[in-house]
């Protein structure tokens, strides 16, 4: 029995754990508002391979067979089967599993609310022998010169709502937790960076203009 629970690799908006056969499962849901920004909400569910609709897997999938699905899945067709069909239900009418009623303006917000109601965060830090319960994140810090001006300009008017926050007058810092759920709002020159941070095992990405710049991203120059 895995009590822990672990983010998924093959729906990266879902966090589940396994027992007994059963797969609890929490999803990060989001929904255009009025105004043209995201909100997000919090699924939750508890089900087995057996209690999804397999035939509607299986044409979502587009395979005509059990035997497809397997192939396309990989080793853990049967629990990644159950995360698509949770997904899938979830998007469909998702409204009978949420777990908050109101919406939240953040990803941050919903991310950190899921981990209150599980204890993912209590886990990770035990999990990095983390005793004093501290809750202690890794900072990438790179040169503001991987971001193009027009990218700062909209940092500098709070247009992009995603996790961003300014520092002081020289730099940024983003969350780079769950950044592959970030919308078409944020530029892509940014999101670059953030993926670059967050594959480097980082929670957070400061960008400051007093940074060296690194290898492996755009450099811009600002007239």
């Known amino acids: 029995m895995d009590k822990k629970f ?16 059963f797969i609890e499962m929490y999803r990060i849901g989001e929904e255009l508002r009025f105004d043209g920004h995201n909100q997000y ?31 396309d899945l990989g080793p853990y067709w049967e629990r990644d089967a159950v995360l698509a069909w949770f997904d899938m239900e979830c998007q469909a009418d ?6 908050n009623s109101m919406m939240l303006d953040t990803y941050k917000e919903a991310f950190q609310m899921m981990c209150q109601l599980f204890g ?35 940092m500098d008017t709070d247009a992009i709502h995603a996790g961003v926050y300014s520092v002081g007058e020289s730099g940024y810092l983003i969350l780079t937790v769950g950044w592959e759920n970030y919308d078409d709002a944020m530029p892509e020159d940014l999101k670059a960076c953030v993926k670059f941070a967050a594959g480097h ?23």
């Not at 672990?6 to 056969?21: L, N, P, Q, Y």
């Not at 998702?94 to 777990?99: Q, T």
């Not at 980082?202 to 710049?213: N, S």
């Open 6 to 21: 672990k983010r998924s690799d093959f729906i990266e908006r879902i966090f589940f754990r396994e027992a007994d056969g």
């Open 94 to 99: 998702g409204c009978e599993s949420r777990v």
């Open 120 to 154: 993912y965060l209590e886990d990770r830090k035990k999990a990095k022998g983390n005793d004093e319960g501290m809750e202690i994140s890794r900072i990438l810090t790179i040169s503001t010169g991987h971001i193009s001006l027009q990218t700062a300009r909209l």
């Open 201 to 223: 095992g980082c929670d957070w990405l400061c960008l400051d203009g007093d940074a060296e710049t690194v290898e492996g991203l755009p450099v811009y120059e600002w007239a």
């Open 41 to 71: 909400f919090l699924n939750h569910g508890v089900s087995r391979f057996c209690d999804i609709n397999l035939p509607a897997l299986l044409d979502c999938f587009g395979v005509k067979d059990l035997d497809a699905l397997k192939e």
